[in-house]
């Protein structure tokens, strides 16, 4: 049975009290209740699923596709072969350089906004240790929050970032946003004075060469100047990163780099395979993106 995310070893259980999540029908706070449910004071409840995590969409809906079951699972054969590794080690870098200084022994809090699998955040967490954690992943698809479920101090929750985000006002230390929309105004609300985002955006040659084999649309240019724009004056740019690295994908690795991402949604497979097909066993690609940490002002 699912349980209740597990405080940092050394942690007190009033150190770690998930105080920070708010109900996404009236804004009181959302407590525990039992290992597997959530209720706030009006008598709204939200139970986990059997896999861990909370669909707070119920009776809401959304306006937007989740990713499916096999878009979610090309994805995470896709990090767990290693080959955004260089990109996860930037991002937890970026965290662990940046971090916010926070008073006492107060835990840092995190949210992940359309964290997939939680491959990212997993490494932010892992570098990050030495404080004791409370990480909220959210993400409009219920199979990668089936995923992201599993992370140790980690809460799943189903969400549409174009919502008002499920947490307190100047409750967040890190926001992560990894190939993801961004809501601005939501994260200046909710990311405390001094506490940072980290926003991952891919480069315009990123993967150009498969995207080229696979007739895939490339990426269009301007997505750095975009990151500052949609987050406002509250934040300000502290640091601004390019990570580049070679990648050598078996037709299998670009098949799933084909239905990870968003176009998984109307691709063919079947077409793709023969496309690959047709062409060598290894496609040599560049992998390209930017990380850009700002800061809370």
């Not at 107060?106 to 949210?111: D, G, Q, S």
């Not at 491959?119 to 240790?129: E, K």
């Not at 037709?251 to 079947?270: F, I, K």
Request: net charge positive.
């Amino acid at each position: 049975m699912p349980a209740a995310p597990r405080p940092a070893s050394g942690a007190s259980a009033s150190q770690l009290g998930w105080d920070h999540l708010r109900c996404p029908i009236c804004s009181q706070r959302l407590q525990w209740a039992q290992r597997r449910l959530l209720v706030c004071p009006d008598g709204h409840r939200f139970d986990a699923a059997k896999q861990g995590y909370f669909n707070l969409l119920t009776g809401r809906g959304t306006a937007f596709r989740e990713d499916t079951a096999e878009m979610v699972a090309a994805r995470a054969e896709f990090q767990t072969a290693g080959h955004y590794e260089p990109l996860a080690a930037a991002i937890a870098a970026a965290v662990r350089a940046h971090l916010p200084d926070r008073p006492g022994p107060a835990p840092l809090r995190l949210v992940d906004v359309g964290a997939g699998t939680g491959y990212y955040l997993r490494r932010v967490l892992t570098a990050v240790t030495h404080s004791p954690a409370e990480a909220v992943a959210t993400d409009i698809s219920r199979y990668a929050m089936r995923r992201a479920a599993k992370i140790e101090h980690t809460i799943a929750l189903v969400w549409d970032v174009w919502k008002p985000l499920p947490l307190a006002e100047a409750s967040i230390d890190v926001v992560l946003n990894v190939f993801a929309p961004r809501n601005g105004t939501e994260f200046a609300r909710v990311v405390r004075p001094g506490g940072i985002a980290v926003v991952v955006t891919p480069q315009p040659d990123h993967l150009r060469e498969v995207a080229e084999t696979l007739g895939l649309l490339g990426i269009a240019d301007g997505k750095e100047a975009a990151v500052a724009e949609r987050l406002g004056q509250a934040f300000a740019p502290v640091a601004n990163e390019e990570v580049r690295s070679a990648l050598e994908l078996t037709r299998a690795d670009a098949l799933a780099l084909a239905v990870m991402g968003p176009a998984g949604h109307h691709l063919d497979a079947e077409a793709l395979r023969s496309r690959l097909a047709a062409g060598p066993d290894v496609l040599r690609t560049t992998a390209a993106f930017r990380v850009q940490v700002l800061r809370r002002g």
